[in-house]
């Protein structure tokens, strides 16, 4: 298992940026995907992004596509969601994964709260 440890949270006006960080230990961090996930009160954990343990390959959500970018630092062992023109919609916990294979997750972080104003 890894460990996973986000932070850069907060709130933010909408139109706004956030760039949230997650570091990894436990496993090699060069050869793990990474991923964020995001939850609200009474409804399921979504995915927003992740990215291939090389970095060469990212995905994104539809609902941030454009707005949100993905990327790693294998020398830090720290993945960074950047967040811009944040709306209020975009008001979650948010959850940094870990996994073997890309887009397969079995490792999570605690969450950072993000909170967006109108």
């Known amino acids: 298992q890894v460990q996973l440890v986000e932070s850069g949270g907060g709130l933010v006006q909408a139109g706004g940026s956030l760039r949230l960080s997650c570091a990894a230990s436990?496993?090699?961090?060069?050869?793990?995907?990474m991923g964020w996930f995001r939850q609200t009160l009474g409804k399921e954990r979504e995915f927003v992004s992740d990215i291939s343990s090389s970095g060469a390959s990212t995905t994104y959500a539809a609902s941030v596509k454009g707005r949100f970018t993905i990327s790693r630092d294998n020398a830090k062992n720290t993945v960074y969601l950047q967040m811009n023109n944040l709306k209020p919609e975009d008001t979650a916990v948010y959850y940094c994964?870990?996994?073997?294979?890309?887009?397969?997750?079995?490792?999570w972080g605690q969450g950072t709260q993000v909170t967006v104003s109108s």
């Open positions: 994964a870990a996994g073997s294979m890309y887009h397969q997750y079995d490792s």
């Open positions: 436990g496993r090699t961090f060069s050869a793990i995907a």
